[in-house]
Nanobody, 116 residues
Framework: QVQLVESGGGLVQAGGSLRLSCAAS????????MNWFRRAPGKEREFVAA????????FYADSVKGRFTISRDNAKNVVYLQMDSLQAEATAVYYC?????????WGPGTQVTVSS
């Protein structure tokens, strides 16, 4: 089992920045990749960004390319999501997701609210 806890959410004005963190614990040696998803009010959950756990590889949704940056600290078992130039459409609950062989794990989420 892998446990995930997100932090860093909050209220920010449009144009501002936030950095989300996701701390993993448990069987972290089984993790092969980490992802961020988000669910905006009244919408389906959508993919935001992904990072491979063992090689330097990242992937982003088109809607966040150039403004969001995902990174990882394997020694601390933490993945980050740096979010810049935030706009109101980024308001959502952000979820951390860990991939391991045959399993997916989710954190409880952290709320990000962007005021215009």
């Amino acid at each position: 089992q892998v446990q995930l806890v997100e932090s860093g959410g909050g209220l920010v004005q449009a144009g501002g920045s936030l950095r989300l963190s996701c701390a993993a614990s448990g069987r972290t040696s089984s993790i092969t990749g980490m992802n961020w998803f988000r669910r905006a009010p009244g919408k389906e959950r959508e993919f935001v960004a992904a990072v491979s756990w063992r090689v330097s590889s990242t992937f982003y949704a088109d809607s966040v390319k150039g403004r969001f940056t995902i990174s990882r600290d394997n020694a601390k078992n933490v993945v980050y999501l740096q979010m810049d130039s935030l706009q109101a459409e980024a308001t959502a609950v952000y979820y951390c997701n860990a991939e391991s062989t045959g399993s997916h794990y989710w954190g409880p989420g952290t709320q990000v609210t962007v005021s215009s």
